[in-house]
């Protein structure tokens, strides 16, 4: 099909969404390596994690098999009120870098939590009206799971209270607002409000939290609370399964328009964005049936692919969560607080852990101050100011749409861009003033932070 | 066509977006009235108005005849990176209201600026740089047409200086840096920066400043930088004309489902929104095609519809602009400062003016407590939560959604949402915090204000 037949953005009809989520686990020859008891180092059965996570999210975890898991209709409804999101073909800023290479993002920043995380927050709020219970708790970072699980919540009038790791609630004050909004609660973490969050101020006076504490919090409430459970936004397997509905579409967008992208890039945190995007492609990948290099760009300061080890480790602070096997810093590893590009998480996705150990995808890491600068000019010739979690993957496909200039490669670019940056001005703020700066951590340090990995044989 | 075959959201293909812009008055029998000279009282000359206009913007604001006028090519293709904008039916709020009225939204807050602002500015941006010219200069109030305009101006690599609103300023600091991401200067209003700031602050230090402030010194530094113009967000009768995509493309995508809608409402400050929003369907009403309720609905802190006087007035403060007949409070009209719910024009557009004096539309007023219940009643089912200038169409819309079910009236209601309400969290919280008042200026307050009107023949 000729170039000009694509439009500027790509949207499905409400009937051409998917209906089914994909679980790529289905797929893999290796399968991810199951989460363990941290006292016995034994694979974690189901009614072990009941006490934490609801029953049906559960069976999700744990199913390596199917594959595919079909969407409640109370989901896909409301998946209608801001989804299809667009596939948008990138004309202006090819136009700009005056590259060969054809760019499009997947766009998950236009609903009101502002980026891809509502596509999960929905799934784990049904789950747990569907189970009856009062309410859930959660962690959040930069505030995008925060926001999109309050807004869930509140959809199915369900409780809502936010541990938010505390540099974010003090750089983000109108998160907050937001999250209110929606009637959720929202603490700074770590907090006096729980015997974890006591300990680790008492350890770290002064310290300006990380998503490993705030998920200690948020477990130790949901487990002492009756009628509560815990949910996750990112890293769990259930996750990536609820996010594979943003590469479904894309894959479903790119084929009526014949597309076969080359390359597939996402920011990668914990890996949800990441992991839902490439998903479809990852399948035919694993299936032999199709090609693609998939990227994942991390911050050189949360290093985790690139830097970190593929061991068993814990996923929270407070070492009372599972043990899971992933590329990861350390539970101790906190990112420096003048880091404010998101994606602080310490460990990484389990399943784009293995599949990044078996080599079907590639990491890269990038300095903070370039990812702000290649989020300006994406801002300023395709509109949309970006989050500076997607301005990692913005920054990559930049840069590989300028090699391509430099080869004349027609490369076919996707990339994920998960949400937007209206919540993050304080951290433009720093880099219009030159005021930001790329502090990565040392191998001393690294090394340090791996001594809290636990002995796992 | 059965309900049950109407998406959630209804998207325009790229091919069916408008091409060119209708502009309203070619169905007027009464036209509206002529700008005037404020020193000598007669209709301006489109000579007279070229220091401060650009040239083909001058002749869209004087062409009271010409019914549609193409849209430049550079422009729709601007257009394309976030038209065209979804027409959203509210289930989800009928369900939770329980009216068997059927509600839709244009929504226009899917783009950076955050608002539909962003028609009209890279209009004129795009003629701005089409005479050459090196820069603008604007006003802002809540920020939107500020931002709106910084990346118009971004995009097309012109200077952007932004008078904005002090009082917005303050409580919108996140505003200044997104409008820097696009290479704009912002200045709180008044400033010491010009003649006419400076005697405003003179004459009433501690002023949180207004629209009218704001537009003077804007005005000022226009037409005494060489190559300069000043370019307005509302108001004028070519910021109508750029607006009237969105009711051309709410009109196509109706009648691609076969819907015809019994009432259109949409919020009013300067009436850049309604204005564009109606314009097809007052059309149709002139020329005694169809008939439709179409309401405006203003705050009851700035009620120029409901309260004002219809007279030519001053459009700004330092009263140096032209004089125009319309609905006015009296250009030293300042709202109280704990009106957060923007709207704080103290005029409104000579067209609309014009069609509410011969009884073509209705307007009403509500007091901001009302109105952000309404956002966040709103916010909660339909996900987007709305700038707090929407909100008050939603709250007009829901009053009208429950009059139905009270009455059993299966009415088709179209309202403007205009924008998102991520910058507004300062409002939100004063609400939330129980702080938020509902003033209303008195009459005598009134009386003084319309003191200022000037003596026209």
């Given at each position: 099909?000729?170039?000009n037949?694509?439009p500027?953005?790509i ?17 893999m020859?290796t ?6 008891n941290?006292?016995t180092?034994?694979?974690?059965k ?11 999210l559960?069976?999700?975890?744990l ?6 898991i ?6 896909l ?13 990138a004309?202006c800023?090819?136009e700009?870098?005056?590259?060969p ?6 766009f998950e920043g ?11 927050a929905?799934?784990q709020?049904?789950?747990a009206k ?6 859930v ?6 505030g995008q ?8 919540c509140s ?7 936010v541990?938010m790791?505390?540099v974010s609630?003090?750089q ?11 009637g ?14 006591r300990?680790i101020?008492?350890a770290?006076p002064?310290?300006t939290?990380?998503?490993g504490c705030?998920?200690?919090?948020a477990v ?5 609370t ?11 397997n259930?996750?990536l399964?609820?996010?594979s509905?943003?590469?479904l579409e894309t ?8 597309i076969?992208p080359d390359?597939?890039?996402?920011c ?17 990948k694993?299936?032999?049936?199709a090609?693609?290099q998939?990227?994942?760009?991390e911050p050189?300061?949360c290093p985790s692919?690139t830097?970190g080890?593929f ?8 070492m ?5 096997k ?16 998101g ?9 784009l852990?293995q ?6 995808m ?10 702000f ?6 801002a300023?010739v395709?509109g949309?100011?970006p989050?500076?979690e997607?301005?990692h993957?913005i920054k ?10 430099e080869t004349?490669?027609?490369?076919t670019i996707?990339f994920?861009l998960?949400?937007?940056g209206y919540f993050?001005?304080?951290a ?7 005021k930001?700066d790329d502090y990565?951590?040392t191998?001393?340090e ?12």
């Amino acid at each position: 099909m000729s170039d000009n037949k694509i439009p500027y953005k790509i949207y499905l009809n409400e009937n051409e969404m998917p209906k089914a989520w994909y679980n790529v686990r289905a797929d893999m020859k290796t399968k991810p390596a199951p989460l363990l008891n941290p006292g016995t180092h034994q694979p974690m059965k189901a009614e072990e994690l009941s006490p934490v996570f609801c029953d049906e999210l559960i069976a999700q975890e744990l199913d390596n098999d199917t594959a595919y898991i079909p969407i409640p209709e109370d989901i896909l409804n409301f998946y209608k009120m801001y989804r299809p999101s667009p596939l948008v073909r990138a004309y202006c800023l090819e136009e700009k870098l005056g590259t060969p290479a054809k760019i499009y993002y997947k766009f998950e920043g236009n609903n009101t939590s502002g980026s891809h995380k509502l596509n999960s927050a929905i799934a784990q709020a049904y789950y747990a009206k569907k189970q009856g219970l009062k309410g859930v708790t959660t962690e959040t970072g930069a505030g995008q799971w925060g926001t999109a699980l309050s807004m869930a919540c509140s959809y199915f009038g369900l409780d809502c209270k936010v541990y938010m790791v505390k540099v974010s609630y003090e750089q983000k004050p109108f998160r907050r607002e937001v999250m209110r909004t929606y009637g959720a609660s929202v603490t700074p973490s770590p907090s006096m409000e729980t015997a974890i969050g006591r300990k680790i101020l008492e350890a770290h006076p002064g310290t300006t939290g990380s998503l490993g504490c705030a998920i200690s919090e948020a477990v130790e409430v949901a487990t002492s609370t009756p009628g509560y459970r815990y949910v996750l936004g990112s890293v769990l397997n259930q996750v990536l399964l609820h996010q594979s509905v943003i590469g479904l579409e894309t894959k479903a967008a790119l084929d009526k328009y014949g597309i076969k992208p080359d390359v597939i890039i996402g920011c990668a945190g914990g890996g949800s964005n990441l992991g839902g995007l490439i998903s479809p492609f990852m399948g035919e990948k694993l299936r032999g049936e199709a090609d693609y290099q998939i990227i994942a760009v991390e911050p050189a300061s949360c290093p985790s692919f690139t830097r970190g080890k593929f061991a068993y480790d814990f996923c929270d602070t407070g070492m009372v969560c599972p043990l899971a096997k992933m590329y990861t810093l350390g539970s101790n590893f906190i990112p420096a607080p003048n880091h404010a590009g998101g994606l602080r998480y310490h460990g990484m996705s389990s399943i784009l852990s293995q599949l990044y150990h078996d080599g079907y995808m590639e990491a890269i890491s990038v300095p903070q101050t370039e990812v702000f600068a290649a989020a300006e000019e994406f801002a300023r010739v395709e509109g949309i100011l970006p989050a500076p979690e997607s301005a990692h993957a913005i920054k990559a496909a930049i840069d590989m749409a300028k090699k391509c200039k430099e080869t004349g490669e027609e490369k076919t670019i996707v990339f994920g861009l998960t949400g937007t940056g209206y919540f993050d001005m304080v951290a433009y703020e720093k880099y219009h003033d030159g005021k930001m700066d790329d502090y990565i951590p040392t191998d001393a340090e690294l090394e340090a932070s791996f001594k809290t990995l636990p002995q796992v044989d």
